[in-house]
């Protein structure tokens, strides 16, 4: 009994399924896409006789719309471009009259204006400076500086500072010796030349200088300086404590500093100075 109502379970369901088979829509197909314009449209034709006439007809086929559609560049490149031959210059006679100097003088173009720069007023001229260097022991030695600055000073004169108090003092001396022999050896010739008032220095940076007399105003030791001189000696000046100086007084060349002037004369100080004073 199981076995019959399994078969005809089935058989109705083959049944059902062979009616909705036949029963149902038949499936549409898409549409072609559209053909361009000019194309020869393709089929697919099955092989055997048929397939030889298509090909056939396909060949009788125009082909002209084909042949429009390939690219420009491709029909530029297969075409051999004919050799140009170049064109001859044509030549105008000018007419006659002052036409062409009225173009040419259209053509020029105008010069553009420059605008002027301000002239620039001159530089002020630097007013004169003076200077004052020194202290110098003496004349001579003022003078030697002048010589030395050069042309780094003008309008030059030399001025002696007197001393401020009463406590000036001069010395003439002579030169330092070697050791100590050689100043005992100098003292016996100034005994033999006949000066006194000397004596030999043993400490300081003078030592083994041979001293010949201080005096309190230079006019005195000035005379000592000459007389020492006179028995072929080369005494010098020295002056200490509150005594006279010099000074070498000028005015500045153009462009000189007030330090490279001192340099150049080895003072040691280097004072400003009105220059009305030099007048």
Do not use: H
Not at 188 to 201: E, F, M, N, P, T
Not at 203 to 220: K, M, S
Request: with cysteine; charged share 20%.
């Amino acid at each position: 009994m199981l076995t019959r109502a399994l078969i005809v379970v089935l058989a109705i369901l083959n049944l059902g399924v062979a009616c909705w088979w036949l029963l149902r829509d038949a499936p549409q197909k898409p549409a072609p896409p559209p053909q361009p314009a000019g194309v020869a449209e393709l089929r697919w034709v099955p092989g055997g006789v048929d397939a030889a006439a298509a090909a056939e007809a396909t060949a009788a086929a125009p082909t002209a719309p084909l042949v429009e559609r390939e690219p420009a560049e491709k029909t530029a490149v297969a075409a051999t471009p004919a050799p140009a031959v170049p064109a001859k210059p044509q030549v105008t006679e000018a007419a006659p009259g002052p036409a062409p100097v009225a173009v040419a003088a259209a053509a020029k173009p105008a010069p553009s204006p420059v605008a002027e720069k301000p002239a620039t007023p001159p530089a002020a001229p630097e007013p004169p400076r003076c200077v004052a260097l020194g202290p110098f022991a003496d004349r001579a030695a003022a003078t030697a500086a002048q010589g030395k600055t050069g042309t780094a000073l003008s309008q030059v004169r030399l001025r002696e500072q007197p001393a401020s108090s009463g406590s000036a003092r001069y010395r003439v001396m002579l030169p330092a010796a070697a050791n100590r022999e050689e100043a005992q050896a100098t003292v016996k010739r100034i005994v033999a030349a006949g000066l006194s008032d000397y004596y030999i220095i043993s400490q300081g940076e003078e030592t083994n200088a041979v001293a010949l007399g201080q005096y309190r105003n230079r006019e005195g030791a000035e005379r000592r300086m000459a007389a020492v001189q006179a028995a072929g000696f080369l005494p010098r000046l020295v002056a200490s404590g509150d005594a006279g100086q010099w000074w070498l007084e000028g005015q500045l060349a153009a462009g000189t500093q007030p330090a490279q002037a001192q340099q150049r004369s080895g003072a040691a100080q280097s004072r400003s100075l009105e220059c009305a004073r030099l007048r």
